[in-house]
């Protein structure tokens, strides 16, 4: 038997087991924290600041999901402070590459467009960067549009944690970050991608996508199948 | 009293947020019933007027010539309106920033022209380095995104500003 913990989200009285996120259990109990890293079934990463909450008695705002419950927290994850921290975070990510909705094939499909609705991103007050980064459309069935990529990773823990094939990294740091296949091989020469898609069908943007598909008709709708994988790969040892 | 002085303006755009107002259909009437249109692309009028109440920006700022006439708009303008995508965020003219203006017209007028292979240096306007949405030049009063938005939400935004109303746009969105 885990410890179970009580605590507040948004005034509403909670419990979750320990070791579970904030953001774990405000999932289990309906209430919507806002989040692009974040996809049941993969390992947390804490890479978009997007799902930051406010912890009473902490001074620093933290990321509900890779911060653990305690007992007796008192957590807000929806305040004027939190919104307008939230609809900074996702002008950065706009700003930081090239995204043009309406010739996007995730137009309409999209999260990172989805949460600028929903936090009322009409515009943006900043410059754009406009990097030029390019598209690598070597692999057969699918393509990477950097221009698309807002660095959430999941395409890095789907392909390591789910499929094991550890295709996807890291390379480079700050703005010049990008996500690479091997060691920065074209796609389409890669010795360990097993063509499975997993990738592409995690992926919140139109940065992964099918090969062939036009504009607007990416379909990139939360994937139930990631959380089952991983029990059945733990119950397997796998 | 004079009925509030309508004008649109369209830089560097493909026209169809101008198609969608035109998509008001009988609309139209009852907006410029209670408004005077004095100025854009469906109005023959040269110059853009002085005290115009409310203008809708079509495109994103290209040329120096968008320059030229987003400042005068500004001046001559109580509420501006960025209206779609591109003047919002530059959206598609902005897709050439990336790439710079020398290889972007070499690519257009020498790689790809069959005839009169030559960059262009007479009559149009000279491109600046990128292009820009609106905001990045003059302040904006309200930002309609959407390529192109909805008529039913220009009309709500238009009907907002005629009745004095601060307008509220829900539903505007990129893309769509
Ligand atoms: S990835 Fe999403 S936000 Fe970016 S251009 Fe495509 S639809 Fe828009
Ligand atoms: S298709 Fe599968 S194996 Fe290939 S990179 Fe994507 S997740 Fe990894
Ligand atoms: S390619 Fe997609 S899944 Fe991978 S980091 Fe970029 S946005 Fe995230
Ligand atoms: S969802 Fe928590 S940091 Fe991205």
């Known amino acids: 038997m885990s410890t179970v913990h009580t605590l507040t989200i948004d005034g509403r009285d909670v419990a979750g087991n320990e070791g579970q996120t904030i953001m774990e259990v405000a999932e289990e109990n309906g209430i919507d924290i806002p989040g692009l890293c974040h996809l049941p079934g993969l390992h947390d990463r804490g890479a978009c600041r997007l799902c930051v909450v406010e912890i009473e008695g902490s001074p620093k705002l933290a990321a509900a999901c ?3 419950i305690a007992e007796g927290m008192h957590v807000t994850a929806h305040s004027e402070k939190l919104e307008d921290h939230r609809r900074a975070a996702t002008e950065m990510i706009f700003l930081e590459r090239n995204h043009v909705c309406s010739v996007c094939v995730a137009n309409n499909h999209c999260e990172l467009q989805d949460l600028a609705d929903e936090l009322r991103v009409t515009h943006f007050d900043l410059p754009r960067i406009s ?9 057969r069935l699918f393509a990477i ?3 698309r990529c807002i660095l959430c990773l999941r ?9 094991g094939a550890h295709t996807w990294d890291v390379m480079h740091r700050g703005l010049e970050t990008r996500v690479q296949t091997d060691m920065g091989i074209p796609w389409g020469e890669s010795p360990t991608c097993t063509s499975c898609g997993k990738c592409v069908q995690v992926c919140p943007t139109g940065a992964l996508f099918e090969k062939g598909r036009p504009v607007a008709s990416g379909s990139k709708t939360k994937r139930p199948f990631l959380p089952w994988l991983r029990v059945h790969q733990e119950e397997r040892g796998l | 009293m004079s009925k509030p002085r309508v004008a649109t303006v369209w830089l560097d755009g493909c026209s169809g947020c101008h198609m969608s107002l035109v998509d008001l259909d009988e609309r139209l009437l009852d907006i410029f019933g209670r408004a005077d249109l004095v100025y854009g692309p469906l109005v023959d009028v040269k110059e853009f007027p002085e005290d115009v109440d409310v203008c809708l920006v079509e495109g994103s700022v290209s040329s120096e010539d968008d320059l030229e006439r987003i400042f005068k708009v500004r001046e001559r303008t109580k ?4 209206f779609g995508d591109c003047a919002v965020t530059s959206n598609v003219p902005g897709m050439r920033n990336p790439i710079g203006v020398q290889p972007l017209l070499e690519c257009a007028y020498i790689e790809n ?12 306007p000279r491109l600046l380095p990128t292009s820009q949405p609106i905001n990045r030049f003059v302040d904006v009063d309200v ?10 939400l220009i009309y709500t935004l238009l009907d907002d ?14 893309g769509r």
């Open chain 1, 155 to 163: 395409c890095v823990r789907a392909c390591d944690e789910i499929e």
């Open chain 1, 66 to 68: 890779v911060t653990q």
């Open chain 2, 143 to 152: 930002f309609l995104p959407g390529c192109p938005p909805h008529a039913d």
């Open chain 1, 145 to 147: 549009d950097h221009n």
């Open chain 1, 131 to 139: 990097p030029a980064v390019g598209i690598d459309a070597s692999h």
């Open chain 2, 79 to 82: 509420v501006l309106v960025a």
């Open chain 2, 161 to 174: 500003l005629l009745a004095g109303r601060t307008p509220e746009v829900a539903g505007a969105r990129f």
């Open chain 2, 113 to 124: 022209a069959d005839i009169n292979k030559g960059i262009p240096d007479r009559i149009i």
